[in-house]
């Protein structure tokens, strides 16, 4: 998938909790998937777009 594309994805994906844009673990696992694409390039972009990753599956945030 493009980058750019995937990108927009999960930024829109992405919802406004307490002033902060979050993405829940479950939604970034589900993109990887539907995407094609691996889950550290989602946390890339999460983290590049200040996105934080909530309601962690595995505990880690």
């Known amino acids: 998938m493009e980058n750019g594309r995937l990108k927009e994805l999960v930024t829109a ?3 406004a909790e307490d002033g902060q844009r979050t993405l829940a673990c ?3 696992f589900r993109l990887a998937s539907e995407c094609g694409v691996g889950l550290p ?3 890339r972009i999460c983290n590049a777009g200040k996105i934080k990753i909530t309601k962690c599956q595995l505990g880690c945030f």
């Open 13 to 15: 994906s992405a919802v």
């Open 41 to 43: 390039e989602i946390t």
């Open 26 to 28: 479950a939604e970034a």
